[in-house]
C-alpha cells in the first residue's frame, strides 16, 4: 500500500473524512457511517430552511414508530402516557437569554416564566401538575446572584402551584443561558384530557382573557396560567377541543381546525389588551391563555353564564366558528395572511420576550 493510501485509511479511522453521499439505504437497525458536521453555511442544508412545522415533520418521520401518535407522542401541548387509572401528562419548555427574556426581565420572573409556560400546556389539557426537574445550561460567568433570584423564582411557583421541583441537571453553555423545565401531570379530576383533535365545522371558538401586547405589557412573564380554567372545561361535555396561545392565535388556532373547515374569527370581537390592533392580538403570542372549541347544537348561552360564575374575574369571550369549506366567510379575518411567532425561519411578528 502507498503512503497516500495509509493517510487515507488513517484519516478515515480518525473520522477526518466524509463520505462521498449519503448511503442509499438506512435502516433504523443499522448505524449510519454518515458522518457530518452540526453546523453548514450552505441555506438549503440548515433547518431555518425548514421552518417548525416542517421540522416536526421531519422528525417523525427520522423516529418512525419509536414516536407514537398523538397525544401519544408529538402534536399536542403535553404528550399522555397511560399509566393505570390516571392518565400521565409530560410537557417540557426552555427559557433562553435572548430569546424569551433578557436583562430587562427581572431573574426571578425569569424563573417564574420557565415554571409557568409549563404550568400553561397542563392547563390546555385539562389537567393537574405533579412534579418537574429543571435541566441547566450556562455561560460560566453567570452572576450568582441573578441565578439565585432565577431559583427564588421557580421555588415561588413551585410552592404557589404545590409542584415539588425533584431534581435537575447543570452542564457549562459557552456564551448563553438555557434552563429547560419537564413538568409531569396527570388528569384532574374527573379523568377526561382535552387534546387540540376533536373540533367539528360550525363549533364555537372561545378564548379566555386578553391578547396582544404580552412583551410592551410584561404579560409574557407576569401570567397567571389557567390551570383552574382548564380543569373545569375539561370536565364540561360542551367542550371538544383545547389548546393554548404561546406563538399567537393566527398561528395556534390552525392546530384545532377540523378537516374541511377554517377558524372564521370576526375582528370585532377579539378581546384586545390595551393599545392593540387586531394584527397584535392575533399574532404577538405569549399571550399563554385558553382557545378552545365548543360544540355548536350546545346551549352555549348556560355554558357561558356557568363559567362566569365559577371564574368572575376570568374573562371569557366567543370570537368566530369553524365554517365549512376552506374560503373564509365575509367579514372574517384572513388568517392565512397573518404569522404569529415562526420558529427558526427568523421571521415574527415581535421579538420573543425582549
Avoid at 55 to 79: N, Q, T, V
Wanted: aromatic share 6%.
Amino acid at each position: 500500500m502507498t503512503d497516500r493510501g495509509r493517510r487515507h485509511r488513517r484519516a478515515i479511522r480518525e473520522n477526518r473524512l466524509l463520505p462521498a453521499r449519503e448511503p442509499r439505504s438506512l435502516s433504523a437497525d443499522r448505524p449510519s457511517t454518515l458522518r457530518v458536521t452540526l453546523l453548514t453555511n450552505t441555506p438549503q442544508d440548515q433547518v431555518s430552511s425548514l421552518g417548525e412545522a416542517l421540522l416536526i415533520e421531519k422528525i417523525r418521520g427520522w423516529l418512525g414508530s419509536a414516536s407514537p401518535r398523538a397525544p401519544f407522542g408529538i402534536g399536542d401541548d403535553c404528550a399522555v402516557v397511560p399509566s393505570g387509572r390516571t392518565a400521565q401528562l409530560i410537557t417540557v419548555d426552555p427559557v433562553i437569554y435572548g430569546e424569551h427574556f433578557d436583562d430587562s426581565v427581572p431573574a426571578r420572573g425569569a424563573g417564574e416564566k420557565l415554571f409557568k409556560r409549563n404550568l400553561s400546556d397542563i392547563a390546555a389539557m385539562g389537567g393537574r401538575p405533579r412534579a418537574a426537574v429543571v435541566a441547566l445550561a450556562l455561560e460560566d460567568r453567570t452572576r450568582i446572584a441573578w441565578l439565585r433570584e432565577f431559583y427564588r423564582g421557580l421555588a415561588n411557583m413551585s410552592r404557589r402551584y404545590q409542584v415539588p421541583l425533584v431534581g435537575g441537571d447543570v452542564a457549562r453553555l459557552k456564551g448563553g443561558f438555557v434552563a429547560t423545565l419537564t413538568l409531569v401531570g396527570e388528569a384532574a379530576a374527573g379523568g377526561r384530557i382535552v387534546t387540540r383533535r376533536g373540533a367539528r365545522r360550525g363549533d364555537v371558538i372561545y378564548v379566555t382573557g386578553s391578547l396582544g401586547g404580552s412583551l410592551a405589557s410584561g404579560h409574557h412573564y407576569r401570567f397567571e396560567p389557567r390551570l383552574a380554567e382548564g380543569a373545569w372545561l375539561a370536565r364540561r361535555a360542551e367542550v371538544r377541543a383545547m389548546m393554548d396561545v404561546s406563538d399567537g392565535l393566527a398561528k395556534d388556532l390552525r392546530a384545532l381546525e377540523p378537516g374541511g373547515a377554517v377558524a372564521a374569527i370576526e375582528p370585532a370581537l377579539l378581546p384586545r389588551r390595551r393599545g392593540c390592533d387586531v394584527r397584535s392580538a392575533l399574532c404577538d403570542g405569549e399571550d399563554f391563555e385558553l382557545v378552545f372549541a365548543a360544540a355548536n347544537g350546545a346551549d352555549l348561552g348556560l355554558f357561558e353564564r356557568a363559567f362566569r360564575r365559577r371564574f368572575p374575574r376570568t374573562r371569557l369571550t366567543r370570537i368566530g366558528r369553524f365554517a365549512s369549506g376552506q374560503v373564509y366567510p365575509a367579514g372574517a379575518v384572513d388568517l392565512r395572511a397573518l404569522k404569529g411567532f415562526e420558529h427558526l425561519t427568523g421571521s415574527a411578528s415581535r421579538p420573543r420576550g425582549r
